[in-house]
């Protein structure tokens, strides 16, 4: 399945839904906007996870920058990063990607920033309805769940904890194991990394 799946062209307009080689994928907001600015007439529908007891569950990932000890200037990346994360630079970068989308008559699903202040602009005056329903409702969606987000801490084993829970999905989705069973397996796979 997977060397399948690596031909999969996600964000152009022979993507896997539109091809119709996939019917689900759980996936982050960045796939879904890549693919409105590529296909925007995809028959998509996004959906939350939701927990057993029907709440939204919102694993929340991302970059980060770090100046490392001994950089040359750390006062300079620290400068930097500030400004790269403002609610200003993400408002200008949001503003960016709206008139270049509608420049090139494509749909913007907004830039999702994890900083409150920008989202609040973001989508409350750069981003309007785009009139094709499936990327309008995606937004709601995407935006109903944001404040139930989440995000792992760091873990000395954190590329075994992320591969030990990916494969129980890829088992599961495969028919290979039942649910319960591949999650039991995968969280003594992630004990295990973990060590003593």
Not at 61 to 73: E, L, T, V
Not at 130 to 150: E, M, N, P
Not at 153 to 160: D, G, I, K, L, N
């Given at each position: 399945?997977?060397?399948?799946?690596?031909?999969?062209?996600?964000?152009?307009?022979?993507?896997?839904?539109?091809?119709?080689?996939?019917g689900?994928?759980?996936?982050?907001?960045?796939?879904?906007?890549?693919?409105?600015?590529?296909?925007?007439?995809?028959?998509?529908?996004?959906l939350?996870?939701?927990?057993r007891?029907?709440?939204?569950?919102?694993?929340?990932?991302?970059?980060?920058?770090?100046?490392?000890?001994?950089?040359?200037?750390?006062?300079?990346?620290?400068?930097?990063?500030?400004?790269?994360t403002?609610?200003?630079?993400?408002?200008a970068?949001?503003?960016?990607?709206?008139?270049?989308?509608?420049?090139?008559?494509?749909?913007?699903?907004?830039t999702?920033?994890?900083?409150?202040?920008?989202?609040e602009?973001?989508?409350?005056?750069?981003v309007?309805?785009?009139?094709?329903?499936a990327?309008?409702?995606?937004?709601?969606?995407?935006?109903?769940?944001?404040?139930?987000?989440?995000?792992?801490?760091?873990?000395?084993?954190?590329?075994?904890?992320?591969t030990?829970?990916?494969?129980?999905?890829?088992?599961?989705?495969?028919?290979?194991?039942?649910?319960?069973?591949?999650?039991?397996?995968?969280?003594?796979?992630?004990?295990?990394?973990?060590?003593?």
């Amino acid at each position: 399945m997977k060397a399948f799946a690596d031909t999969f062209d996600y964000f152009g307009a022979g993507n896997p839904f539109a091809k119709d080689q996939l019917g689900m994928l759980p996936t982050e907001q960045f796939v879904v906007a890549a693919m409105a600015g590529a296909d925007p007439d995809a028959d998509i529908t996004v959906l939350p996870f939701l927990g057993r007891d029907g709440t939204p569950v919102n694993n929340v990932g991302g970059n980060a920058w770090a100046a490392p000890k001994g950089a040359k200037n750390p006062e300079a990346a620290c400068t930097w990063m500030k400004e790269m994360t403002s609610a200003e630079t993400w408002i200008a970068a949001a503003r960016a990607r709206q008139a270049k989308r509608t420049a090139e008559g494509k749909v913007n699903i907004g830039t999702y920033t994890g900083n409150m202040k920008a989202d609040e602009v973001i989508f409350g005056e750069i981003v309007k309805p785009s009139g094709h329903r499936a990327y309008d409702d995606a937004v709601t969606v995407i935006r109903s769940v944001q404040q139930a987000g989440f995000t792992v801490p760091p873990s000395r084993a954190a590329a075994e904890f992320t591969t030990a829970y990916q494969q129980a999905a890829t088992r599961v989705l495969q028919g290979a194991q039942p649910a319960a069973e591949s999650l039991r397996q995968a969280q003594a796979e992630a004990v295990r990394a973990l060590g003593p």
